[in-house]
């Protein structure tokens, strides 16, 4: 599915009288001018997977920011905005082949690591939890009692549920929704299976952020079906292997002086992977 068609950042041109105007002011950077500029990227084309390939500081991620507040997407996490950004937004422009639904959000690691901060500091509060309820445990197991009324029926309860199950059980029974099963990992991707629905468009900026290879893995599987099957577009900026190996995805080199379209196997990150295998190639043999 495709609903951004295309995305126009503006011209060294216009950026120049912008900054030039600017030349007598206290400011010393004009972020997000003369970032994408400076490898010449003025346009994108999209399909229904666009990705945004390049090394640190090439413009990936800012790009995203762009496209993002330009279309005022729903986002969770605030980031560094510059004073202007509200200028620069306004020198873009973006064409849609369908319009973009209203539900269409950019994801950054940012929220996927707050998302598993505040999971951590509710399975603190489990923890702390956890050990009232082992000593909830043993002097409810242990107690005397003597049931006087109706009134001391839930308490007759909590004894006996004690006393048919062992500390542990009874514990979870009591315990709803111990987080602490779920690795970092295994958040992520909860994360993003809850915040990426059908019928969307989807910024994702570096998702692939604590995840092991194999739940990259996972990731890459489950934002093929997305696309494929349930009309979501993504456009996502990464240096992943797994993720640029999606099929069909139409991948930008913004490391490339002009920004160009280039296969994923052509890409230095990757190569990189490539040549480094190759050279281990006898250690896989077990020669």
């Known amino acids: 599915m495709i609903y951004l068609s295309e995305f126009h950042f503006p011209t060294r041109e216009k950026e120049y009288d912008f900054t030039f ?34 090394g640190n500081g090439s413009g990936k991620s800012t790009a995203l920011n762009v496209i993002a507040e330009t279309l005022r997407l729903t986002r969770d996490t605030l980031y ?19 319009p973009v639904p209203r539900d269409s959000r950019i994801i950054t690691s940012d929220d996927v690591f707050d998302f598993m901060l505040n999971l951590r500091n509710i399975n603190e509060g489990i923890d702390a939890r956890r050990e009232d ?41 009591n315990l709803q929704d111990n987080l602490r099963e779920h690795s970092n990992g295994e958040s992520a991707l909860l994360y993003f299976r809850e915040k990426i629905t059908d019928n969307a468009l989807y910024l994702l900026d570096e998702p692939e952020n604590s995840l092991s290879p194999v739940k990259q893995l996972e990731l890459v599987d489950f934002l093929t079906e997305s696309a494929r099957f349930y009309g979501c577009q993504l456009i996502i900026a990464t240096h992943s292997p797994f993720i640029l190996a999606m099929r069909g995805a139409k991948i930008y080199d913004l490391d490339a ?5 280039r296969p994923w196997t ?18 896989f043999q077990g020669e």
């Open 21 to 54: 105007s600017m030349k007598s002011t206290c400011y010393d950077t004009y972020y997000p001018f003369q970032v994408l500029s400076k490898h010449d990227l003025v346009e994108l084309d999209f399909e229904p997977v666009t990705i945004l390939y390049g």
């Open 266 to 283: 052509e890409l230095e990150n990757v190569r990189v992977y490539y040549d480094f295998f190759k050279a281990h190639w006898d250690a």
């Open 257 to 261: 002086d002009p920004v160009d379209v």
């Open 133 to 173: 309820m082992f000593d909830e445990y043993q002097n409810l197991k242990h107690q005397k009692f003597k049931m006087q009324s109706l009134a001391d029926y839930e308490k007759l309860k909590a004894i006996n549920s004690a006393r048919r199950q062992t500390q542990s059980k009874y514990v979870r029974a």
């Open 80 to 98: 560094n905005r510059s004073p202007f950004y509200e200028r620069y937004t306004r020198l873009c422009r973006y064409e849609e082949e369908t």
